[in-house]
Every structure is written in C-alpha cells, then in structure tokens.
C-alpha cells in the first residue's frame, strides 16, 4: 500500500510563489544555451512537459539562453542518468526526470548512480495513472477487465514504458491484487504505448492522462479505474482502486535536477526560473488539463522527497523480483 499527501492547489501555487519573492536577484546566468535532458522518449508525459517548460521559459523570457530538449529514453532512462553524471559540475544541463530516477539504479546497481547526488531544482507536479482499454473491447468497468483478462491468462498483453519502472509496477500489482496473469511488453515512451492500445495492438496500459488523451477525447479508447485517492475530474466515471476495495494509490514525480556538482549560484538561477514556469497560468492550465498533482518543491525538501520514495520503489521492486 502506498500513500500520498497531495497539497490543494492553492497552497501548491502559494509555494511556488513564495519560493519565486524568496529568491534573491541571481548574478550568475548561463553563458550558453542549456541541454534540457528527457529521460524518457518522444512523445511521452515526460516529453510534453518539458516541451511545454521549454516554451513557457520562451514565451515569457524567463532565461537569458534558450532551453534544448534532448531525448535519452535508452535503458529505462540509464542513458540519461549517465549522461547526467558524467556532466559533474556542468551548469548547463538540467534534466526532467520520472519515478525510473529511482528505479533504474536500484535495478542496475552497477550504474553507480547515486541521486542524492544530483542538484535539486524543482518537483513540477505528481502524475497520476489510469487503466486503459480500447473501447472496442466493450469492457467498461474493472469486473468486466478482470474477467476478460483472467480468460486470455498471459495473453493479454499491458503494453508499458521500459522495464521495471512504473507501468510494470502497476501491471504487478494488478496481477497479484486480481490473481492475474497479464503479459508485461515495454516500449520506449508513454506516446508509443499510448498509440499500441489505440491501434488494438495490446489489450491495455496504464498511461498517464496526458499520454493517452487524445485518443480518450477521439473515442478510441476508455478509463476504467484510477491509481488516485479520489477520481479525477477530467474521469468522473473512472472510480478508484480504493472505491473497488484496493487500497492502492501511486503517482509519477514530474521533476527537475542538475548536474551534481552544479553551482550553486546556478543552482539558485534554475530553481527561480522554474518556480516562475510553475507560476505561470499556462503551467497551471496544463496541470488541471492533464490531471497533474501535487506542489512546487526544491532544496532539502525536494532531496527528502527522493530519499522517500526510492525507500518506497525499494520495497517495491523487491516484491516482484526485480532487485
């Protein structure tokens, strides 16, 4: 079972605005533009938010060099990771990152990625998680998913990103919580695992709202339940695990760090340029258009953050076998 505090959004806005009048003016700006890292691939959650980051950050001219997205989505995100520790002490490059920031060195210890080490700069938002099925399947509720998926046994397929990160860990817990025998098959980003299930490719997935809206909006595919504590209001019909009787909530960090070693003169700079991206009504749009949750969170709370749930994703991943 695993829990979650959610601040209200006006708090989580009052946070950001106030980290946002705390920050004195920073002397320190980058001298070149700065590599914007996407641990996950193209057209993903992790993907459109930091696009959309990127374009906020333009609009308003909230850095002095422009921000360039850069995809590695390679081994769960190792790409990424190490690309980020080999940049000890660059003040040039920042990274968004998601829940396999803690998974994948947990499963690869031989990475020697250490988080702990990477700059905090801003926790965005919490991203939650629905299950999905084509609509043409005819299922509409969780009963009916059951059913279908303990008939097909392990062919039923849950198309998911990469191994050993959130949509395997959801597809477990569905398989133990419903003696289940669903067949896990990673891809690389949320936007292709999206489009397997829309194209009746798999039999379903666990994507974020922001993944697999447009074909929800274009009648493709359905919400049947919630990994939330309460449902969402873009899916009144979806209801909750809890409400079903599984008392199971989990969610996705939607993050910024630096490099380690970044300064912390830059440190500060990326901290307020991204309180004022959170800030901003297009951010705040964006949170309640895709479902987003959670505050603003930086420096030692944001590390206290991380500390917390990679406890969590531990225990986690020690369940199913993964480490």
């Known amino acids: ?15 950001a605005v106030a980290v946002l ?39 308003h001219g909230l850095a002095s060099k422009p921000f360039v997205p850069i995809n590695k989505p390679g081994g769960s995100g190792a790409e990424a990771l190490i690309h980020m520790k080999g940049k000890q002490g660059d ?16 499963r690869q210890p031989g990475l020697d990625v250490d988080i702990s080490t990477f700059t905090p ?26 059913a279908a998926a303990r008939a097909a046994g392990s062919d039923w397929l849950m198309a998911g990103t990469g191994k050993g990160q959130e949509d395997q860990l959801l597809t477990t817990f569905l398989n133990k919580a419903y003696d289940l025998k669903i067949k896990y098959v990673p891809f690389k980003g949320g936007g292709r695992v999206a489009k397997e299930l829309a194209g009746n490719h798999c039999n379903s997935t666990v994507n974020n ?15 049947i339940a919630s990994f939330t504590p309460t449902r969402l209001p873009l899916f009144p019909d979806a ?31 990326y901290r307020d340029v991204f309180a004022r991206v959170y800030a901003t009504d297009e951010w705040q749009a964006y949170m309640t258009k895709k479902s987003l949750m959670g505050g603003f969170l930086t420096g030692p709370k944001l590390k206290a953050y991380w500390a917390r749930e990679k406890a969590v994703h531990e225990v986690i991943l020690k369940d199913i076998g993964e480490i």
């Open 239 to 269: 209801p909750t695990f809890k409400e079903l009787g599984k008392d199971y909530v989990y969610f996705m960090q939607r993050s910024v760090v630096g490099a380690p070693g970044m300064s912390d003169e830059a440190a500060a700079y």
């Open 121 to 146: 700069v801003g926790r965005m938002a919490e991203d939650t998680f629905l299950l999905w099925v084509n609509v043409d399947s005819g299922i509409t509720n969780v009963d009916e998913f059951v």
């Open 1 to 15: 079972m695993i829990k979650r505090k959610l601040l209200l959004p006006l708090i989580a806005l009052a946070s």
């Open 91 to 106: 003040n040039h490059t920042v990274m968004v990152t998601l829940n396999s920031f803690y998974t994948t060195p947990l």
């Open 209 to 223: 709202p922001s993944e697999q809206l447009g074909f929800y909006q274009a009648g493709k595919t359905r919400a």
């Open 21 to 59: 009048a705390a920050a004195p003016a920073q002397a320190w700006e980058p001298k070149k533009p700065v590599d914007f890292v996407i641990m996950a691939g193209k057209g993903g959650g992790a993907d459109k938010m930091a696009r959309l980051m990127q374009s906020v950050i333009e609009k």
